[in-house]
């Protein structure tokens, strides 16, 4: 019987060509395409029907209609034979998910967090801090796996979906895991839009204290940036700063949750556990670090740094085409309404105790 290695020994070196690996996976390179490109339209088509029609829609970011768009297809379709043609291509979506990771690093600039002051800034840390905690509080006591947690915990502190995009490559979570995650977050994330100024003019804050409880309690920064213009411009302005402070924090987050998972799985590892430590490293967190770094430095111009970002875009729409596709319903049946629950639940927390840190803070010292 031939082994494995002698099979592929006789097989045609064509079939090893560039030319021919690229002709594999161009079926499935169109189609994750096909599928974010619809996401994308699907996301400005909304926006501008609520603006024509003077609604008020939640915005409905991309990254969920791809994953929605491609998660119909794959399960309608996936299991079909000729469906396979498109595999090769779908498998390429985490190298496009590592390549967008590295390249998001150019929109969150360190210096963004000096600009917030003192007082302002020690709230952000304190939000990571209880964001964090009261997620994985809430998910021991609901039995959420622990990359799950670790997905929603970073999502809720940080910045959303582009945390949970980096983070599910860097502890290698799944894909269900991720729809899951960016779903719950975003459900959230809309009804803050309408609720939170509704709060703040009840409680009567001042611009200054509403727009720093938005930037801090808020998920995702579009949600962010609105809930505070629907207050003021000037809350706006402040929501906008907190928010992009919070996201700066992404790389530092992301590297210690790589490195506490890393460590996990080589806990039963015989040798040198921070040489396995290091081999099960993501090392493309590394690379988002060296474009943040690079981006804080102003070492690309504004126009390279637009593009690059347009760039990490693109590469996420036809990541998360491939997430939809290989994302399986019955196993999200499984996992049940819980993930919600959980997100809901910790959102509602990390929401009243940011409100009365800065309620506190404003009245103590006075925020503006």
Avoid at 55 to 67: D, H, K, R, T
Avoid at 99 to 118: C, Y
Avoid at 208 to 226: K, Q, R
Avoid at 296 to 307: E, P, Y
Wanted: hydrophobic share 55%.
């Amino acid at each position: 019987m031939a082994t494995a290695l002698q099979t592929e020994g006789a097989r045609p070196q064509s079939e090893f060509s560039p030319l021919s690996r690229l002709l594999r996976i161009l079926p499935g390179l169109a189609l994750l395409f096909g599928i974010g490109y619809a996401g994308k339209l699907a996301e400005t088509g909304v926006k501008s029907f609520a603006k024509s029609a003077n609604l008020s829609l939640p915005n409905i970011e991309y990254v969920l209609w791809a994953i929605i768009f491609g998660l119909v297809i794959g399960n309608l379709f996936g299991s079909r034979r000729w469906f396979q043609v498109f595999d090769p291509g779908i498998a390429t979506y985490e190298f496009w998910l590592k390549l967008g990771i590295v390249l998001l690093g150019v929109r969150f600039l360190l210096a963004d967090v000096l600009k917030l002051g003192g007082v302002s800034l020690i709230l952000v840390v304190l939000e990571l801090a209880l964001a964090i905690g009261i997620m994985i509080g809430f998910s021991r006591i609901f039995g959420l796996g622990p990359k799950l947690t670790a997905l929603l915990a970073v999502g809720s502190s940080i910045c959303g979906v582009s945390a949970i995009i980096a983070t599910q490559g860097a502890i290698d979570a799944e894909d269900e895991d991720a729809s899951f995650a960016i779903a719950a977050i975003l459900a959230l994330g809309a009804f803050g839009l309408f609720a939170y100024p509704l709060i703040g003019r009840a409680l009567g804050m001042s611009d200054h204290a509403f727009g720093l409880w938005t930037g801090l309690a808020v998920d995702n920064t579009a949600e962010a940036s609105a809930a505070g213009a629907l207050f003021s411009d000037a809350a706006g302005q402040v929501a906008v700063l907190a928010k992009t402070t919070r996201n700066a924090m992404i790389g530092f987050v992301v590297l210690g949750a790589a490195l506490i998972f890393a460590a996990r799985s080589g806990r039963e590892f015989q040798g040198s556990k921070s040489a396995f430590i290091w081999n099960k490293f993501p090392k493309f967190v590394l690379g988002f670090l060296l474009f943040s770094t690079l981006a804080s430095l102003q070492v690309f111009s504004k126009d390279q740094v637009t593009s690059l970002a347009n760039l990490s875009r693109w590469a996420f729409l036809l990541t998360f085409a491939g997430v939809g596709l290989r994302t399986n319903i019955g196993e999200l049946r499984r996992q049940g309404l819980r993930p919600f629950i959980v997100g809901a639940l910790a959102e509602l927390s990390v929401a009243v105790a940011t409100l009365l840190l800065v309620l506190a803070a404003d009245k103590l010292i006075g925020l503006g």
